[in-house]
């Protein structure tokens, strides 16, 4: 079963990125990208797609515009939010509307990875008959561990919520040259060879990317730029 997918995003950089993630996820065929709304409603009728991933923030106006428009006119269509919104009453509003997942950017390929599969399962489980019991309900409904408290995350072996978010800190204001490990294991004071793994986990989330420059004397050197 093919999940046709539509993404709608501003930025073209994050836009081509999903595009990436969502290709990697066996069954899913990315059918557009629209950047505007007004392009993504025309997009949504002619496409048809399954799913719609979809940017919070337009410079025409929010995205949950977009999302309520597919509700009032009862399109088949599931939305997965995608924003860097934090705040409890934006995933209220998004919850209301019936999206599937929200997803908080930076949005890690893991993650992405996991939401997809599970919307293609989802699917796969509502296309096999036209009857259901109550145990497909809870399995659709009902996650099999319980949620976390808010604010809670999860993050890998290794990886401290507090260190991570200065590091990120560090690549807040652009730097046209960007920054190596021994720049950010300076700048927070941590040591280089751990600054280089939260360097390497920002690169798998899609928050940074990685180049190797040639300093004065051909010496290679690894360094990271934010996206």
Known sequence: ??????????????????????????????????HRLDDARDMAEALEPHLILLDLYFPEGPGTDLLREIRAQNLEIDVILITAAREVGTLKEALR???????????????????LTKFCAYRERLGLGSAIEQHDVDTLLHPASPCPPLGGGCLPKGIDGLTLAKVRGAFEQ?????????????????????????????ISEGTLYADVVYGSVGRPERRYFSR
């Open 1 to 34: 079963m093919i999940t046709r997918v539509l993404v709608v995003e501003d930025d073209v950089r994050i836009a081509d990125l999903h595009r990436r993630f969502t290709e990697r996820v066996e069954g899913c065929e990315v059918v557009g990208i629209a």
């Open 97 to 115: 509307g019936g999206v599937f997942d929200y997803l908080i950017k930076p949005v890690t390929a893991e993650r992405f990875h996991e939401c």
């Open 174 to 202: 652009t730097e046209p040259a960007g920054r190596s490990a021994e720049d950010v294991a300076e700048l927070i004071g941590i040591s280089r060879s751990t600054a280089r793994r939260y360097l390497e986990y920002l």
